[in-house]
């Protein structure tokens, strides 16, 4: 495991983007495993204004992202397809045909956490995963007590995480209750795992999860395992462990 700390949030964001930027120079073909929420934004930013530059190109990469709620379509302005094409798609070069999300739109749960990890395989694996991480230790949706041996499975969402989502919808009733998430198992098969974290509310559960035991109650604990994990944080979210 290795962290690295940054000053704030521009600045974990710039080294974030590093990281991956030098993923993408060194394999043109990489498959990007990315995140949504506020935390990737600035990491997305950062390599949008990169590509601008002419400093990376993104025009064989392929992208699998972590998750979707389920029962929304790709043009849902709450998706996590229409969030990556608002935030990072649609600046860049990336291929539309190499974009991979979870099918949110299909009822069949089966079938789409299947169809999701096919994707995967063919695809290779992925090369890097960029993870946040929630304040209970949840990673992509895989919420605390989820089993490790999980796949991409269909989940029911909590009522901490519902409550968190509701400022996203017209109302908390419009939140929806399951998403297709990859599971810990898929996760862990990435070659590379990069998680970034910032603010004073992230400050206890990163000392929990990788400075304590590997537990399913806390999702994010097993990355201590992983051969090759690195979390960048601001100084805030670091600020309750003790770094050499």
């Not at 025009?59 to 229409?82: A, C, K, M, P």
């Not at 089966?110 to 230790?137: S, T």
């Not at 269909?154 to 998403?179: H, W, Y």
Request: charged content about 25%; aromatic content about 10%.
């Amino acid at each position: 495991m290795k962290i690295i700390k940054a000053k704030d949030y521009k600045d974990m964001s710039r080294k974030a983007a590093n990281i991956i930027s030098a993923q993408v120079i060194m394999k043109p073909h990489a498959v990007l495993g990315l995140a949504t929420g506020s935390t990737p934004v600035g990491i997305y930013k950062q390599l949008i204004d990169w590509y601008n530059k002419g400093d990376i190109d993104f025009s064989e990469v392929t992208s699998i992202n972590l998750d979707e709620y389920r029962g929304l379509d790709h043009n849902h302005n709450q998706s996590y397809w229409y969030f990556m094409q608002e935030n990072f798609f649609k600046y860049i070069n990336i291929r539309e045909d190499s974009i991979n999300v979870p099918d949110g739109s299909n009822p069949d749960a089966k079938q789409a956490c299947e169809e999701y990890e096919n994707i995967i395989h063919a695809a290779g694996g992925i090369d890097l995963q960029l993870l946040g991480i929630g304040n209970d230790g949840h990673i992509g949706f895989n919420e605390p007590g989820a089993a490790f041996e999980l796949a991409t499975h269909c989940v029911d969402l909590t009522e901490s995480t519902i409550e968190a989502n509701k400022r996203f919808f017209g109302s908390k009733d419009e939140v929806p209750r399951q998403a297709y998430t990859m599971g810990i198992k898929s996760i862990m098969q990435a070659r590379k795992v990069l998680m970034v974290a910032n603010g004073k509310g992230k400050a206890d559960i990163i000392k929990k999860a990788f400075f304590g035991p590997v537990t399913p109650e806390v999702p994010a604990s097993i990355l201590q395992m992983h051969p090759d994990f690195t979390l960048v944080g601001d100084e805030e979210a670091l600020s309750k462990i003790e770094l050499d």
